[in-house]
């Protein structure tokens, strides 16, 4: 079946690096979600990506839709210790939804 | 603007004994969805639901695991005979529309079995 596959599981980074998660998915999908969870919280929806090649931006958060609509990515520039949590990207298709495991993010001050 | 509501919010049983966490969605939403997430593990997939429709269960347990969200009222999640295994945290989202539309989450109810 229809999978999304999220990497790294884990990332631990210097304050002012940069971060990099990625998503893909076994087959294409109608649009894709960005969340983030705190320790502690529940998810927090940070953007939609809808067409194909789409990127948009959030302050140091930028998001990247594939070509094919088969993956995505959200890069983090100059990480602050705010940005800790962990993201998850899900993807939809034909009323399916399918969440990434997740990418972990631990920044050190 | 009141956010997604679950309660309770913890939620303690013992082996064998029911529970059931209930989902409040976001006024004009018509569009449940629940999570289950492991500790340190991802989210998964359990149910949508729209107003006395099940939409898509293939995340649900075959057993012990039944959802609704009735015309009038909250949606649920009752879990019969829980096991250790259940322990987590149970996390409903709304939306207003399928598909295109953000979904909002909940706080969550982090159920223990003792």
């Known amino acids: 079946g229809q999978q999304v596959m999220q990497i790294p599981q884990y990332q631990h980074v210097q304050e002012g690096e940069d971060f990099t998660t990625y998503c893909n998915s076994s087959?294409?999908?109608?649009?894709i979600q960005w969340y983030k969870q705190r320790p502690g919280g529940h998810p927090v929806f940070l953007i939609q990506?809808?067409?194909?090649?789409e990127v948009k931006k959030q302050k140091r958060l930028t998001f990247q839709f594939g070509e094919a609509k088969k993956n995505s990515s959200l890069h983090i520039t100059a990480t602050q210790t705010t940005d800790v949590g962990t993201y998850f990207c899900?993807?939809?298709?034909?009323?399916?939804?399918?969440f990434g495991s997740g990418t972990k993010l631990n920044v050190k001050p | 603007n009141a956010g997604v509501m679950q309660n309770p919010r913890h939620l303690v049983r013992r082996r064998g004994q029911e529970a059931r966490l209930r989902c409040s969605p976001m006024?004009?939403?018509?569009?449940v969805y629940w999570y289950r997430q492991l500790p340190e593990e991802g989210l998964k997939f359990m149910v949508y639901l729209q107003k006395e429709n099940i939409i898509d269960e293939s995340g649900m347990p075959k057993e012990r695991f039944s959802a609704e969200f009735p015309k009038e009222g909250p949606s649920i999640l009752r879990i019969q005979q829980v096991v250790r295994g259940d322990s987590a945290a149970y996390f409903c989202?709304?939306?207003?529309?399928?598909?295109?539309?953000?979904?909002?989450f909940g706080p969550g109810t982090r159920l223990t079995v003792t």
């Open positions: 006024k004009g939403h018509s569009h």
């Open positions: 899900e993807g939809y298709n034909f009323n399916k939804f399918y």
């Open positions: 990506l809808v067409k194909s090649g």
């Open positions: 087959t294409t999908l109608s649009n």
């Open positions: 989202a709304s939306s207003l529309m399928t598909g295109a539309y953000e979904q909002y």
